[in-house]
């Protein structure tokens, strides 16, 4: 490849990278926000894909996530279909991380469980929340959207 070639795509990639502000929950705040929602609790949604798809499925009701920018400021970010969140933790002495979508996630007696793919529902996942390191989220910009009924 051509330097220039080589430089349009560098420059691209740092954009991308760039645009998606990624925020920290501390986990005790994230126990917080998760503490009144269980099974029952859990809201029907209807989300349009990137194609014009549909996916019914139920999300956890939390409108408002309490989060920390990079700078340790405590601000809200607006739940949506495009929001993920990532949980760093410890399995077998060694580090793992696994993304889910934030409004697949919930909290079941210590255990955060959580739909990792809008295309294959029964990628599911649990971690224990004494094992997890850090959690972050952010808007990944994806096109999916919550469709009024």
Excluded: W
């Excluded at 490849?1 to 990624?22: E, N, Q």
């Excluded at 949604?45 to 019914?56: A, F, L």
């Excluded at 409004?103 to 007696?109: E, I, K, N």
């Amino acid at each position: 490849m051509t330097r220039s070639i080589v430089l349009f795509i560098s420059i691209v990639g740092l954009i991308i990278l760039s645009s998606c502000k990624s925020y920290l929950i501390p986990v005790e705040s994230f126990k917080e926000q998760f503490m009144n929602v269980d099974s029952t609790k859990l809201k029907h949604v209807v989300v349009r894909g990137p194609y014009g798809e549909k996916y019914n499925y139920l999300a956890n009701p939390i409108e408002l996530i309490r989060v920390v920018d990079k700078h340790g400021n405590n601000t809200e970010l607006v739940n949506s279909p495009s929001i993920e969140i990532r949980f760093t933790y410890l399995e077998n002495n060694r580090t793992k991380r696994t993304i889910y979508y934030f409004d697949r996630v919930c909290l079941h007696d210590q255990f955060v469980t959580g739909v990792r793919s809008r295309f294959i529902p029964t990628l599911v996942r649990t971690i224990p929340i004494e094992s997890i390191q850090k959690i972050e989220i952010q808007d990944g910009k994806k096109k999916f959207s919550y469709v009024e009924k």
